[in-house]
């Protein structure tokens, strides 16, 4: 037998995993001291009343002769699939049921969608930028090409005609960075994918923090159903990071050497995925309800808060920063020209307070450190207070 390896070229432990492990053992080191998270991008509050009534429900349902599930369809249940096409009209952003495929989290779809794709191809990837679509492609062995995300360009790197790329990543609002694209800039990518002849993987994970001006869905720009799949998640949406289920688009029209890319998607996933469980389906479909709708905003408004609460804190101490606005993490640059990991351990031994360190998601994030707005107000309040004693001027 011969390993994959491609795997020695990857990091030896993936980016929160190294993160967590540090914190826990400062945290066993240190008993006496209590350490605060603001580093994976992990929510905090309670699934929404609506989600768990529709899940209470379903369990019932489970227990009933008459009722219960045995497999469900891979591709997800009817009832959830019409709410996400009706979620998608409701922005104006027409979907054929058929063209949406329910997932356990679209960290499990970014990886697996791999799957349809030539080994071949080359990929552009932002840097910085979230660690899955590198360490992926890596292990498959993919030739990987960066667009870099500047402080110059606003973090948003635009399409370069001399780059040729096959699979285009973009994140928008952008983990880690915040920066995010209007529709009219993912137009140029939409162009330029049609030109190459790429096919646009969009994760759309944070689309609930983008702001008035901002895109939702990369299917707002015209031409986006020929070159374009969207990935999305109910776990920041909706706080299902423990309950775990997602969704990703591929449209009918997206058409290569003669092969359907929603065609090849069904039959990967009817081969190697079971589905996501009835009673987690039943919670998701809650969240487009009137009521569930209403619950999940409010707790979107929370981490907005949270967001605010620590941009101020950024201020406070005249660390410059992005993000926080269309997303729930501030992307602040270390102060005192500090690497990445070098800011993160100082700042956990100085105030016990864990980040992640930029340089994680790619060089452009060397020098840089990732805030999220995910945590409990209590904790975002205490950790800011910590930091402005330590680092005000
Ligand atoms: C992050 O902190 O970047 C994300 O929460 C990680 C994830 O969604 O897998």
Redesign the pocket.
């Known amino acids: 037998m011969k390993p994959n390896i491609n795997y020695a070229n990857l990091a030896e432990s993936y980016l929160?995993s190294a993160v967590a492990k540090k914190a826990a053992d400062y945290a066993a080191a240190n008993p006496d001291k209590k350490v605060l998270k603001l580093s994976?991008?992990?929510v905090t509050l309670p699934l929404a009343p609506a989600v768990i009534a529709a899940m209470h429900e379903a369990v019932e349902e489970m227990g009933k002769k008459e009722t219960f599930k045995g497999y469900g369809p891979e591709q997800g249940y009817p009832f959830l699939r019409e709410s996400i096409k009706g979620y998608y009209a409701r922005r104006g952003v027409t979907l054929n049921a058929d063209e949406i495929f329910v997932s356990d989290g679209s960290?499990s779809d970014c990886g697996n969608i791999l799957d349809i794709f030539a080994k071949e191809n080359t990929v552009l990837v932002p840097d910085p930028v979230?660690p899955?679509y590198v360490d992926t492609n890596v292990m498959a062995g993919r030739k990987i090409v960066y667009a870099a995300a500047t402080e110059e360009n606003g973090f948003l790197p635009m399409p370069d005609e001399n780059t040729n790329a096959d699979i285009i990543y973009i994140c928008s609002p952008n983990?880690?960075t915040g920066a995010a694209y209007t529709k009219e800039q993912l137009g140029k990518w939409v162009e330029y994918a049609l030109r190459k002849n790429a096919v646009i993987l969009y994760d759309a994970?944070y689309e609930c923090f983008a702001e008035e001006g901002v895109a939702r869905s990369i299917y707002e720009v015209e031409g986006a159903k020929k070159c374009a799949i969207e990935l999305c998640s109910f776990?920041k949406t909706a706080g299902f990071t423990g309950t775990r289920c997602g969704y990703t688009v591929v449209p009918e029209t997206l058409v290569y050497e003669g092969m359907s890319l929603r065609k090849m998607w069904l039959r990967r996933q009817t081969t190697k995925f079971n589905g996501v469980s009835y009673i987690v389906q039943k919670g998701a479909a809650a969240v487009f309800t009137e009521e569930g709708e209403k619950q999940i905003r409010e707790n979107i408004d929370y981490y907005r808060e949270n967001a605010k609460i620590i941009a101020a804190c950024m201020e406070e101490c005249g660390i410059p920063y992005t993000g926080g606005k269309n997303s729930p993490y501030i992307w602040l640059k270390c102060p005192n020209s500090k690497k990445s990991w070098e800011f993160f351990d100082d700042m956990l031994e100085k105030v016990q307070v864990v980040g992640?360190p930029g340089s994680g998601f790619g060089e452009n994030g060397e020098g840089y450190f990732r805030l999220?707005a995910f945590g409990s107000r209590e904790t975002t309040k205490e950790a800011c207070a910590r930091i402005v004693k330590w680092l005000k001027k």
């Open positions: 929160f994976i991008g992990d960290k979230y899955v983990n880690p994970a776990s992640t999220t």
